[in-house]
C-alpha cells in the first residue's frame, strides 16, 4: 500500500474511534488493531477508486423475480375442535386453559 490518509492513522485517532464505540484495548492490542484498520481504510479507499460508471445500481446482492408459490385456499371442514378439546368454553368460543400467575 502507498502512503495514503489510512497510514496517516494515529494511536490518538484509533483511540478516538474506541471512545466513540465505547471500547476498551489494552496498549499491547492498540498497534494490531491500528494496522487492522489502516488495512481495511486502504482496500475502501482502492475500491473508491475503481470505475463504476457502467455498474448499476441494486439493493439486494443477487437480483430474484421474487418466486413465489401460489397460495392456494383448502376448506378442512368443520374441524370440531370443541369436541377434541379437553375443556372447552362456550362463551370465549376457545379452549379452557388453567390460570397461571
Sequence with gaps: MSNSESEDLTLADL???LK????????????NYLKTLQDVL????????????????CTHAAHDD???RNDVVVDYGDLNLNHNAPDWDEEF???SVPKIV
Design 93 to 95: 368460543n376457545g379452549f
Design 66 to 68: 421474487a418466486n413465489f
Design 20 to 31: 466513540l464505540a465505547r471500547l476498551k484495548l489494552s496498549d499491547t492490542e492498540k498497534p
Design 42 to 57: 486502504g482496500t475502501m479507499k482502492l475500491m473508491d477508486q475503481q470505475p463504476l460508471d457502467h455498474v448499476m445500481a
Design 15 to 17: 483511540d478516538h474511534v
